[in-house]
C-alpha cells in the first residue's frame, strides 16, 4: 500500500465565517470515515502562528526556512491507501468537507517506514 498526501492551502478555504463550524463537523465526519476504514495514518493543519526553524546536525537552531518552503500552511491528511484512484475519491471527500479542492501527492515507497 502507498501512503498518500492529500492537502490544501489555508487561502484555499473561502467560506462564510458563519459555515465553520459545518465544515469542521464535515471535516470531522471524513477523519472519522478514514479512520474507520484503516486508512488513516496523520493529519492535521499547520500552526501558521509558530515560525518554522531549521535545525542543523549539531543541534543548532536558526530561525527560518528553505526558500522552497517558506509558505508550507493550511491542511495535511496523510492515508495509506492501495491505490492512486482510491486517494482521489479521498480527496474528494475531504474537498467537500473543506469546500476547496485537494491536492494528492504519493510518498515512495519505504519498507522502514
Do not use: N
Not at 471535516?27 to 515560525?51: I, N, T
Not at 494528492?104 to 519498507?111: E, H, L
Amino acid at each position: 500500500m502507498t501512503k498518500y498526501l492529500i492537502s490544501f492551502p489555508s487561502g484555499a478555504m473561502v467560506f462564510p465565517a458563519d459555515d465553520l463550524q459545518a465544515v469542521a463537523d464535515a471535516s470531522h465526519a471524513v477523519v472519522r470515515d478514514a479512520k474507520a476504514a484503516g486508512v488513516w495514518v496523520f493529519g492535521g493543519g499547520v500552526d501558521e502562528d509558530v515560525p518554522p526553524v531549521m535545525v542543523d546536525a549539531d543541534g543548532g537552531v536558526t530561525p527560518g526556512t528553505y526558500p522552497q518552503t517558506a509558505r508550507i500552511e493550511g491542511g495535511y491528511t496523510v492515508l495509506e491507501l492501495p491505490t492512486r484512484e482510491d486517494a482521489v475519491a479521498w480527496a474528494a471527500k475531504i474537498a467537500a468537507a473543506c469546500r476547496c479542492a485537494q491536492e494528492v501527492r504519493a510518498f515512495q515507497d519505504d519498507p522502514e517506514s
